[in-house]
């Protein structure tokens, strides 16, 4: 495989009065993941639409493998693959005739496209069910045939956004294995994920973006650095304590992150006297505690701590 890298300087782009994109710059080295995360509206896909040649930034500079995607196009088309959220192969087809179509389409000769085909069924575990229709195919099993017909072409860079959605855990550990195999042998991915753990799992580095904006970056452990050393959990008996408790740590001048939906508010214990201050502002309420305990920080709750709360608009 070739390898190459992504750099990116300055990145703008407006749909409208929207401002997807606020001057992002991102670097994914040859041969390395770079987990890309960041809420609903964020940015992310507009990156990688970018980055794919499919949209043209206002302002800034994007290359991609040594090659600038405005000016190169078609370079940079030949040193990537992009496998969407949710897999495109043709159910109404075998998972051989899939990717003998594809391989013909990137111009391979008969032969050869069955001998790429034969041996990307096998290295993908598919040989067993390479000649049934891909419509009978579990979940994980069409994952597997996607991204199988991603690297038909051999690209030296491939971009996968939320790789893993709809899979149980079995088919997701197969799929994150796999993952791991295509970098030791030297590819450069970028992966758009909301999972964290797919984020620790896989990625080396981590960009957060937060409306249009890199709001953090560094390792998965920097991350979780960046928060401070522990993170306040706040359990409490009902909704209505839940809420009360959240209104409390406000006005203590404190900063309980999430939505809570779990029945648990977490807050970052970033200064001295910050646990002393959630205590004597849940005590001073009428509010029931059934659970209060320090943890060390997960990436999710580095997440929540670094970005806003995500609302209903989607990346543009």
Do not use: C
Request: glycine residues 14%; aromatic residues 2%; neutral net charge.
């Amino acid at each position: 495989m070739n390898g190459g890298d992504i750099r990116v300087e300055g990145l703008t782009k407006r749909f409208g009065k929207v401002h997807a994109l606020r001057g992002v710059d991102l670097e994914v080295r040859a041969g390395t993941v770079l987990g890309l995360l960041g809420p609903n509206g964020a940015g992310k896909t507009t990156i990688v639409r970018i980055l794919s040649t499919l949209e043209r930034p206002d302002s800034g500079r994007a290359l991609v493998g040594g090659h600038d995607v405005v000016r190169e196009p078609h370079m940079v088309r030949q040193a990537i693959a992009v496998v969407g959220q949710y897999a495109t192969v043709d159910k109404g087809v075998s998972g051989r005739e899939n990717l003998y179509v594809v391989a013909r389409l990137l111009g391979l000769r008969p032969r050869a496209a069955r001998a790429r085909s034969a041996e990307l069924l096998e290295l993908f575990g598919l040989g067993a069910v390479a000649g049934r229709a891909a419509g009978g195919y579990s979940g994980g099993q069409r994952r597997r045939l996607d991204l199988a017909a991603s690297l038909i072409g051999r690209p030296g860079i491939l971009y996968l956004d939320e790789p893993s959605t709809g899979l149980d855990p079995h088919s997701r550990k197969e799929l994150w294995d796999l993952i791991r195999g295509l970098t030791d042998d030297g590819m450069t991915l970028l992966l758009t994920t909301q999972h964290m753990e797919e984020a620790e799992a896989l990625a080396g580095d981590v960009v957060v973006v937060d409306r249009g904006r890199v709001v953090a970056a560094g390792t998965p452990k920097e991350l979780r650095s960046r928060i401070g050393g522990q993170m306040l959990h706040v359990r409490t008996a009902a909704t209505a304590d839940l809420e009360a408790a959240r209104t409390a740590l406000r006005a203590a001048g404190l900063a309980p992150a999430g939505d809570g939906e779990d029945g648990v508010l977490r807050m970052p214990l970033t200064r001295d006297g910050d646990l002393t201050a959630a205590l004597k502002a849940l005590a001073g309420g009428d509010i029931v505690v059934t659970g209060f305990e320090t943890r060390t920080p997960s990436l999710d709750e580095a997440f929540l701590a670094l970005t806003s709360v995500p609302g209903d608009q989607e990346d543009p």
